[in-house]
Nanobody
Framework: EVQLVESGGGLVQAGGSLRLSCLLS????????IGWFRQAPGKGREGVSC????????YTVDSVKGRFTISRDTDKNTVYLQMNSLKPEDTGVYYC??????????????????????WGQGTQVTVPS
């Protein structure tokens, strides 16, 4: 059974850091492109960053570039999202998902949700203003 379990969220003051984890089970980490998404209260889901299957190429949207870093540990079958210099607008529920679609356009990096894939249950990140 394919499962993704996020953890590491919490309440952190502006300027602080958190590291989110996405533990994968039922498949090996190099099978799918894994993306991180977030959903702020009252808003739609937004792609943040993703890492590709075989070569681990990373993509990060401009709004968090330089502050957020995606990585993976193949031994632990886990994908991480290191978030630094957090801002109140980073508040939301963060999800990881398989089969994310990541690419670069003239307007910037796109991290799109999968047309068909697996999602975790999400982890809450709160940065008070």
């Amino acid at each position: 059974e394919v499962q993704l379990v996020e953890s590491g969220g919490g309440l952190v003051q502006a300027g602080g850091s958190l590291r989110l984890s996405c533990l994968l089970s039922g498949f090996t980490i190099d099978r799918y492109t894994i993306g991180w998404f977030r959903q702020a209260p009252g808003k739609g889901r937004e792609g943040v960053s993703c890492i590709t299957t075989s070569d681990g190429v990373t993509y990060t949207v401009d709004s968090v570039k330089g502050r957020f870093t995606i990585s993976r540990d193949t031994d632990k079958n886990t994908v991480y999202l290191q978030m630094n210099s957090l801002k109140p607008e980073d508040t939301g529920v963060y999800y990881c998902a398989t089969n994310s679609d990541c690419y670069v356009t003239a307007l910037g990096t796109v991290v799109a949700p999968p047309k068909a894939g697996y999602w975790g249950q999400g982890t809450q990140v709160t940065v008070p203003s």
